[in-house]
């Protein structure tokens, strides 16, 4: 969807370096852009604002309010 360069011949580029896409890294070339990409979703998951507004069926107002997640 977002490919800002055309494919490299036989895998995609790495998502993180550009590089070459290694098989036993995919979809990276290297452990290390693996680990990188991790850091950034699980970083990028912790920056999400939580969403208030949960537009279910509207039959419940919301009285009382919602009790938080256990982790
Ligand atoms: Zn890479």
Same mark, same amino acid.
């Given at each position: 969807?977002?490919?800002?360069? /055309? #494919?490299?011949?036989?895998?995609? #580029?790495?998502?993180?370096? %550009?590089?070459?896409?290694? !098989?036993k890294?995919?979809?990276?070339?290297?452990?290390?852009?693996? @680990? &990188? @990409? &991790?850091?950034?979703?699980l970083? %990028?998951?912790?920056?999400? #604002?939580?969403? !208030?507004?949960?537009?279910?069926d %509207?039959?419940e /107002?919301? &009285?009382? /309010?919602k #009790? /938080?997640? !256990? @982790?």
């Amino acid at each position: 969807m977002s490919a800002a360069a /055309p #494919p490299a011949a036989g895998g995609k #580029p790495c998502p993180i370096c %550009g590089k070459p896409m290694v !098989e036993k890294y995919r979809p990276f070339c290297s452990a290390r852009c693996a @680990d &990188l @990409d &991790l850091h950034r979703w699980l970083t %990028g998951a912790y920056a999400i #604002p939580v969403t !208030e507004n949960d537009d279910e069926d %509207g039959e419940e /107002p919301s &009285l009382a /309010p919602k #009790p /938080p997640r !256990e @982790d």
